[in-house]
């Protein structure tokens, strides 16, 4: 069994440069060769730290609803601004198919949550949407 590399003084200095706001790669290069931006992130991620008005809105939501993923999206819906878009989804995640767009509507695990399902013009997404 190998050594954590998570020692206290540097989950201390990893929380402390966090909230000075320094990025997970400065921070990775502060605290030596043996850590990675990637492990600072995910021990950034288990220690529930996170940073910005999302993130302190969500702590706030999760506090009171006392579960481990908030109820409501903190993401603004989509709003359409071109008129050849199609008010609603034509298709869903079963049932697209290759070659029709993959635009989606709404959010998943809503009510209604779908896709655009016309057909493609490029890549994965109608004219509409490019």
């Given amino acids: 069994m190998t050594a954590s590399i998570w020692t206290e003084d540097r989950i201390a200095r990893l929380t402390d440069l966090w909230r ?3 990025s997970a790669a400065q921070i990775a290069r502060d605290l030596g060769r043996e850590v ?5 992130l995910g021990k950034l991620h288990r220690l529930g730290l996170g940073r910005g008005p999302q993130v302190a809105a969500l702590s706030i939501v999760r506090s009171r ?8 999206s903190l993401r603004s819906p989509r709003v359409d601004a071109r008129p050849d878009m199609p008010a609603t ?17 709404g959010h998943p695990g809503e009510a209604g949550f779908g896709l655009c399902g016309r057909t493609v013009a490029r890549g994965a997404f109608c004219a509409a949407d490019g």
Avoid: F
């Fill in 20 to 22: 000075q706001g320094w």
């Fill in 36 to 40: 990675s931006r990637c492990a600072v």
């Fill in 65 to 72: 609803a006392g579960a481990h993923r908030p109820k409501t």
């Fill in 89 to 105: 989804a034509t298709a869903t995640v079963l049932t697209v198919g290759r070659g029709e767009c993959r635009w989606p509507y």
